[in-house]
């Protein structure tokens, strides 16, 4: 059973510019969810995929997207990057409605740094 | 609005000490909680949860958490620290779509 992995760990743009973070989910699980932990916070809520679709999305503007492809691994996209994007970003897959619903397997992150 | 409040920013305790980190929700309905550890630099790890049942639960390296309802309450505990403990300890709460809104941590360090 493999873990949940991101990639890269770490990065740094410069602002303007776009970013993308990538998320392999835990072998059985559908559904992966990414969170923003900016320094000396909680993580956030950025939003949730459940089976390709989008399936919940927290206070967030629209320059935050993402992905879920049928392997179920995901890719969140930032647009036009400002200073306060620099923070870890964090993935967590899960198995909605399935067996282990309730429990997130989180990732270490990719912690992004913008200039 | 759904939220999860940490007192204690910091709380220092000496090895071999007791530990109390306090958590208190404000859901709607009692949520499902849980308790995160991280390291510096790392992702987060389930130290516990509590779904339903009893109030007491037992989670990973020592750790166990009483929820009190009446409280809106979830106290993280640990009978014994050790050096290795010392990390960021997050609350969270789960209500739908499992979506977690985490407290702000509570820094924990061990001295000698």
């Known amino acids: 059973e493999t873990g949940v992995t991101q990639s890269p760990t770490h990065l740094i743009k410069t602002r303007g510019q776009q970013v993308t973070l990538r998320c392999s989910s835990q072998s059985g699980h559908n559904t992966v969810s990414w969170y923003q932990q900016a320094l000396g916070q909680g993580p956030q809520f950025i939003f949730q995929?459940?089976?390709?679709?989008?399936?919940g999305r927290g206070n967030f503007p629209p320059r935050f997207s993402g992905l879920q492809f049928p392997n179920y691994s995901s890719e969140l996209n930032v647009n036009a990057l400002e200073l306060d994007d620099s923070a870890l970003y964090l993935c967590?897959?899960?198995?909605?409605?399935?067996?282990?619903?309730?429990?997130?397997?989180f990732g270490e992150g990719s912690r992004l740094t913008v200039l | 609005a759904q939220s999860v409040t940490q007192p204690d920013i910091h709380i220092t305790v000496s090895e071999g000490a007791s530990l109390e980190l306090r958590c208190n929700y404000s859901y709607g309905a009692t949520p499902y909680l849980f308790w995160y550890v991280q390291s510096p630099g790392q992702g987060l790890q389930l130290l516990l949860k509590y779904f339903s049942g009893d109030t007491l639960v037992q989670g990973i390296k020592g750790f166990e958490a009483e929820f009190k309802r009446s409280q809106s309450s979830f106290k993280l505990r640990k009978p014994s620290v050790h050096w290795s403990d010392a990390a960021e300890y997050f609350c969270?709460?789960?209500?739908?779509?499992?979506?977690?809104?985490f407290g702000t941590g509570t820094r924990l360090t061990i001295i000698p």
């Open positions: 967590a897959s899960s198995d909605l409605y399935g067996s282990g619903a309730g429990e997130l397997f």
């Open positions: 969270a709460a789960m209500g739908g779509n499992e979506k977690l809104t």
């Open positions: 995929y459940y089976r390709e679709e989008e399936n």
